[in-house]
């Protein structure tokens, strides 16, 4: 049986019997969905009758298994593109939304005045890590301080800053 052909009804519906059920589960174990892993046991099982004369009995199970992953596969990465499409539709949104560029600029004007409001050597260091995007061995060397106390003084910044943009939220 291992060389008959896949075309003859007999030994595809064979075939089918055997391998469609676990199929089917697998690919429900994978997308919790049951119509999902419906349809794509069918797409599957339709591709394998597509290429039934290049496809061999005995390997009939490792190809319909193989493209029943590949159909999963390509169903993830468009998954992905429509949810990265749908982030920047809703980034423009907010990039011409006046309620949210005015919410926008009022958080910036806060942040650099709670920025402004720190002590002169939290500040420093801060703006010498954020702004010239120095490291904390460069910003050390470049004020005779330890390490620690940079990180230390980062520390501190981030936590002040971090409780003035939460009394905005």
């Not at 469609?20 to 999902?36: E, N, P, R, S, V």
């Not at 339709?46 to 390997?59: A, D, E, G, H, P």
């Not at 992953?69 to 998954?79: G, I, M």
Request: with cysteine; glycine share 2%.
């Amino acid at each position: 049986m291992s060389e008959q052909s896949l075309c003859e009804e007999k030994v595809f519906t064979s075939v089918f019997r055997s391998y469609a059920k676990t199929l089917h589960h697998y690919l429900f174990y994978q997308t919790g969905d049951d119509a999902l892993a419906h349809d794509l046991t069918q797409e599957a099982f339709t591709r394998l009758w597509k290429n039934c004369q290049s496809v061999l009995f005995n390997t009939a199970q490792g190809y319909v298994f193989t493209i029943a992953k590949n159909l999963l596969r390509n169903r993830h990465q468009h998954q992905k593109v429509v949810l990265q499409h749908r982030q920047s539709i809703r980034e423009e949104e907010h990039e011409h939304d006046p309620q949210f560029l005015l919410e926008e600029k009022e958080l910036a004007e806060r942040l650099q005045q709670a920025i402004a409001n720190l002590p002169e050597k939290q500040r420093v260091v801060f703006l010498m890590s954020r702004i010239d995007k120095m490291t904390y061995r460069e910003i050390a060397e470049a004020l005779d301080i330890s390490r620690q106390a940079v990180e230390k003084r980062i520390y501190n910044a981030l936590d002040t800053l971090r409780k003035v943009t939460d009394k905005i939220k």
